[in-house]
């Protein structure tokens, strides 16, 4: 999983970097800190002396710290299509876990020193963790996530802009149970 999340980054870039010798100033590349307040489902099985054994499966709340990187494609001023990758670490319910998305959909946003933006994006989010005691979480469970998010670009450069803040919604439906979580997250964006 690792290889191919590295093979998308770099395909990205790639085609960020093309597209910008294109047209100038219409590709803007994020990276920063992400925090994700995540509902996480635990499925705790009881043990019994034969096959079925009743299991029930729970959301847990916790804090997940993590990075989130972006990628926005702008035809014009004000509209974009977004890619966006997240991945975000912790310990719920003592188990280590971590929640991986991958997202895209479409961004507005109003061009400026200081340029606010709202964006919808859908795609893949993937849970996985572990717990000496009891294997919690199912080991690779993907899910289909929504996020609907603001956020606001500052400019500190002729090509460089801060995001201090971007906070979004995002929904996921994992283990057969639908989470909330709340991610915020900061840090550069370039453009090209």
Same mark, same amino acid.
Request: aromatic residues 14%; proline residues 6%.
């Given at each position: 999983?690792?290889?191919? $999340? &590295?093979?998308?980054?770099?395909? $990205?870039?790639? &085609?960020? =970097? %093309?597209?910008s010798a294109q047209a100038q100033d219409k590709v803007e590349i994020f990276g920063g800190y992400?925090?994700?307040?995540?509902?996480?489902? =635990?499925t705790v099985t009881i043990l019994c002396p034969g096959p079925p054994c009743p299991?029930?499966?729970?959301?847990?709340?916790?804090?997940?710290?993590?990075?989130e990187t972006s990628g926005?494609?702008?035809?014009?001023?004000? @509209?974009?299509?977004?890619a966006d990758f997240a991945g975000q670490y912790g310990t719920i319910n003592g188990a280590s876990t971590h929640l991986q998305t991958f997202?895209?959909?479409?961004?507005?946003? $109003?061009p400026g020193?200081?340029?606010? @933006? %709202?964006?919808v994006l859908?795609?893949? %989010?993937r849970v996985g963790g572990s717990?000496? &005691?009891?294997? %919690?979480?199912?080991?690779?469970?993907?899910?289909i996530a929504a996020a609907v998010g603001v956020g606001i670009d500052i400019k500190v450069f002729p090509a460089l802009y801060v995001r201090p803040i971007q906070v979004e919604y995002m929904t996921t439906r994992l283990n057969s149970v639908m989470q909330n979580h709340a991610r915020a997250s900061a840090g550069i964006v370039v453009h090209f």
């Open positions: 999983m690792r290889k191919s $999340f &590295l093979v998308s980054i770099v395909l $990205f870039v790639f &085609l960020a =970097v %093309a597209a992400s925090f994700l307040r995540s509902s996480v489902p =635990v299991s029930t499966t729970t959301n847990h709340a916790g804090n997940l710290q993590g990075w926005t494609f702008k035809p014009n001023g004000w @509209f974009g299509v977004t997202m895209a959909g479409p961004q507005v946003s $109003f020193k200081v340029s606010p @933006f %709202a964006r859908v795609g893949e %989010a717990n000496a &005691l009891v294997q %919690a979480f199912a080991p690779n469970n993907n899910s």
